[in-house]
């Protein structure tokens, strides 16, 4: 009997567990959607806000206005690491930190870290690109996580990457690439950089590490590639049919 009850005991408290983590994630995805939504918003009333083209090349205005939302919505997504560490989810740590960073440091190493960086169609094309995949991705989490997403928003979950994915590839590539323009000149990249000499012996040219990180973008067409090959398997379509 006490085994029993025991057994019964240890179910209740996995059940209540499981509920916690429901709704805990229907919150986390429900506020970032909301997130996204805003961002897309005040990014869609900015643009058409514009006079001129030079004005939608610089994106004036553009960061100030999203940028606390952004901030908190980009930087959030971290939680996702700490989700699939913990279990909440069934994903790669690792895969979902690699998915992550270069959006994070975009925000944080190149924008926020550059402000010139900030007047460039990039940061446009790539918010524009990261808000539509987001308010999508975290809608279809949110209602998946009661078996009730309709087929129409799994289709755009797996169809809207084809546009999305390489229009923000291309709009982080110009942001890094208007950062490198701006510290390009010795006397101004050595204020963001680490120079010799110093105490502690250590020298960091950060107009060289953007170089590096423009590198990795050589990664888009593998990645491109196993998207495709996820869209066929969720939507039962051939690869062969999607993929020359």
């Given at each position: 009997?006490?085994?029993?009850?025991?057994k019964q005991?240890?179910?209740?408290?996995?059940?209540?567990?499981?509920?916690?983590?429901?709704?805990?994630?229907?919150?986390?995805?429900?506020?970032?959607?909301?997130?996204?939504?805003?961002?897309?918003?005040?990014?869609?009333?900015?643009?058409?806000?514009?006079?001129?083209?030079?004005?939608?090349?610089?994106?004036?205005?553009?960061?100030?206005?999203?940028?606390?939302?952004?901030?908190?919505?980009?930087?959030?997504?971290?939680?996702?690491?700490?989700?699939?560490?913990?279990?909440l989810v069934?994903?790669?740590?690792?895969?979902?930190?690699?998915?992550?960073?270069?959006?994070?440091?975009?925000?944080?190493?190149?924008?926020?870290?550059?402000?010139?960086?900030?007047?460039?169609?990039?940061?446009?094309?790539?918010?524009?690109?990261?808000?539509?995949?987001?308010?999508?991705?975290?809608?279809?989490?949110?209602?998946?996580?009661?078996?009730?997403?309709?087929?129409?928003?799994?289709?755009?979950?797996?169809?809207?990457?084809?546009?999305?994915?390489?229009?923000?590839?291309?709009?982080?590539?110009?942001?890094?690439?208007?950062?490198?323009?701006?510290?390009?000149?010795?006397?101004?990249?050595?204020?963001?950089?680490?120079?010799?000499?110093?105490?502690?012996?250590?020298?960091?040219?950060?107009?060289?590490?953007?170089?590096?990180?423009?590198?990795?973008?050589?990664?888009?067409?593998?990645?491109?590639?196993?998207?495709?090959?996820?869209?066929?398997k969720t939507?039962?379509?051939?690869?062969?049919?999607?993929?020359?």
């Amino acid at each position: 009997m006490r085994i029993m009850d025991s057994k019964q005991k240890s179910t209740t408290q996995k059940q209540s567990l499981s509920t916690l983590t429901t709704y805990y994630l229907l919150i986390y995805n429900s506020i970032l959607t909301v997130g996204w939504t805003f961002i897309l918003y005040e990014t869609i009333k900015q643009v058409i806000s514009y006079k001129s083209v030079d004005d939608l090349w610089k994106c004036h205005g553009l960061w100030n206005a999203i940028e606390i939302p952004l901030k908190i919505c980009q930087t959030a997504a971290f939680l996702e690491v700490v989700h699939a560490m913990f279990g909440l989810v069934r994903s790669n740590p690792m895969i979902v930190f690699i998915q992550i960073i270069s959006r994070v440091f975009l925000v944080w190493g190149v924008a926020n870290y550059i402000p010139h960086a900030q007047l460039s169609l990039g940061i446009f094309l790539a918010v524009t690109a990261w808000s539509i995949t987001e308010i999508i991705r975290y809608a279809y989490y949110a209602l998946n996580l009661f078996q009730v997403s309709p087929q129409l928003l799994t289709w755009c979950r797996y169809s809207f990457f084809i546009v999305l994915y390489p229009l923000g590839v291309t709009g982080e590539i110009l942001t890094i690439i208007k950062a490198m323009q701006t510290i390009y000149p010795e006397i101004v990249r050595n204020r963001y950089s680490i120079v010799l000499p110093n105490k502690f012996n250590f020298g960091f040219d950060y107009f060289y590490f953007l170089c590096v990180v423009l590198l990795a973008y050589t990664y888009f067409p593998t990645m491109y590639k196993h998207m495709f090959k996820q869209r066929a398997k969720t939507l039962n379509t051939s690869p062969s049919k999607k993929i020359q």
